[in-house]
């Protein structure tokens, strides 16, 4: 099975502060999400990455950056952050289409912003 | 707006009973897979499907395969550990494997 594993798993930051959400995955998958879950929204998609190197926007990419330096580890950046951006924040990796794999999830990171 | 409908939002369940969960898409999709979150907040995999229909146990989820707009879960003979949020995610027909979350069911399952 494969692991994708998430830090921290809990995170209080203040407005305006830098926050940097770590995920970490070891069954050499390709792609990579960074999702967030908020009451209401389901979990929607803020950044995803094919391989090393490389970062694209999802749907609701706007105040988070994103960052893969290898294929094991893709960050999500929050260089300001804002109380909007408290939520659940999901790392998921895959292999689709390419293996027939389905998505793989971390535990989940709580933020909350103050 | 949203991609995916699932239905119903809520649903209680006595212990022994059927029932079932479903998602409709706005477009056709290419593949569906169902999700379980649990007291925890951990995302369980289900099901993964690019058509027909797969049973694991209790569980058995079916992707129409002619348009490929909808999917369902049922639940047959309902357990208390069933209880949790489901979610089905669609992946779109769109150059990247991007999936759309349905907003969920909370399934309560009672003695």
């Known amino acids: 099975e494969a692991a994708v594993t998430q830090s921290p798993r809990n995170k209080v930051a203040v407005t305006g502060g830098k926050v940097t959400l770590s995920c970490n995955q070891t069954n050499n998958h390709n792609n990579m999400y960074w999702y967030r879950q908020d009451t209401g929204h389901g979990l929607r998609l803020i950044h995803y990455?094919?391989?090393?190197?490389?970062?694209e926007k999802g749907d609701i990419p706007d105040g988070y950056k994103a960052s893969r330096p290898s294929q094991e580890n893709f960050s999500l950046i929050l260089e300001l952050a804002t109380p909007s951006q408290t939520s659940v924040y999901f790392c998921?990796?895959?292999?689709?289409?390419?293996?027939?794999?389905?998505?793989?999830f971390g535990h989940g990171t709580k933020l909350s912003v103050l | 707006g949203d991609q995916v409908e699932q239905s119903p939002s809520a649903l209680s369940l006595h212990e022994g009973t059927d029932s079932a969960l479903r998602c409709n898409f706005t477009?056709?999709?290419?593949?569906v897979q169902w999700f379980r979150q649990n007291s925890r907040g951990s995302l369980i995999s289900l099901f993964y499907l690019a058509s027909g229909t797969k049973e694991n146990g209790r569980l058995k989820s079916a992707f129409d395969s002619k348009e490929r707009r909808y999917s369902t879960l049922h639940i047959r003979d309902a357990q208390l550990e069933d209880s949790g949020t489901y979610f089905c995610?669609?992946?779109?027909?769109?150059?990247?494997?991007?999936?759309?979350f349905g907003k969920g069911t909370s399934l309560t399952v009672i003695p």
């Open positions: 995610a669609a992946e779109a027909n769109t150059g990247y494997q991007n999936f759309y």
């Open positions: 990455s094919y391989g090393a190197g490389s970062t």
């Open positions: 477009t056709t999709m290419r593949s």
């Open positions: 998921a990796s895959g292999d689709l289409p390419v293996s027939n794999e389905r998505l793989f």
